[in-house]
T-cell receptor, first 112, second 115 residues
Framework: QQQVKQSPQSLIVQKGGISIINCAYENTAFDYFPWYQQFPGKGPALLIA?????SEKKEGRFTISFNKSAKQFSLHIMDSQPGDSATYFC???????????FGTGTRLQVFP | GAGVSQSPRYKVAKRGQDVALRCDPI?????LFWYQQALGQGPEFLTY????????KSGLPSDRFFAERPEGSVSTLKIQRTQQEDSAVYLC?????????????FGAGTRLSVL
């Protein structure tokens, strides 16, 4: 049972373009939604995170949009750069537990 | 300071062998997690420690998997009688709270290949 569904599986974007990755969840007990970035041979690294009491959070070129009623959230990467080429995972955790439930990942390739 | 360190980085085991994977968390981090990442998939939770106490082991796939953290720092994940389906990257993370946000810092993982 996949608790966090992520799409697309892969994404190709031209340099300077906008990359958009979407996630959906079912469990309304989730209250923390981070995005992780993973380069080949490395562990995932926290990129940005949001709680459901806000609809948007922006940090530099990275923005999370959160739709609580639709139980969906998305990552937007503005002005995508070749250095952003990596696999991105959305995740969620429930209140009173810190274990993360990850999506299946999106492999992003940004071409110059 | 140093991040989360895992060893070995790569491990090849014959089916039926026992393996031990080590995790050195960031100094001072109370919480430690183990995840299993199959090829092309997201990490899946295995188990969680707070200091030396194993508070959640609901993700361990079978009784062949065992984890410990006896002194509340270094942790070891042991897999007995390895099977081919155990082949994966095993990730360790330690975490800290910044405000209300729990931030997990991951090691580079141990890639286990069972032949």
């Amino acid at each position: 049972q996949q608790q966090v569904k992520q799409s697309p599986q892969s994404l190709i974007v031209q340099k300077g373009g906008i990359s958009i990755i979407n996630c959906a969840y079912e469990n309304t007990a989730f209250d923390y939604f981070p995005w992780y970035q993973q380069f080949p041979g490395k562990g995932p690294a926290l990129l940005i995170a949001i709680r459901p009491d806000v609809s948007e959070k922006k940090e530099g070129r990275f923005t999370i949009s959160f739709n609580k009623s639709a139980k969906q959230f998305s990552l937007h990467i503005m002005d995508s750069q070749p250095g952003d080429s990596a696999t991105y995972f959305c995740a969620a955790s429930r209140k009173n537990t810190d274990k993360l439930i990850f999506g299946t990942g999106t492999r992003l390739q940004v071409f110059p | 300071g140093a991040g989360v360190s895992q060893s070995p980085r790569y491990k090849v085991a014959k089916r039926g062998q026992d393996v031990a994977l080590r995790c050195d968390p960031i100094s001072g981090h109370v919480s430690l997690f183990w995840y299993q990442q199959a090829l092309g998939q997201g990490p899946e939770f295995l188990t969680y420690f707070q200091n030396e106490a194993q508070l959640d082991k609901s993700g361990l796939p079978s009784d062949r998997f065992f984890a410990e953290r006896p002194e509340g720092s270094v942790s070891t994940l042991k897999i007995q009688r390895t099977q081919q389906e155990d082949s994966a990257v095993y990730l360790c993370a330690s975490s800290e709270y910044r405000g209300t946000k729990n931030i997990q810092y991951f090691g580079a993982g141990t890639r286990l290949s069972v032949l």
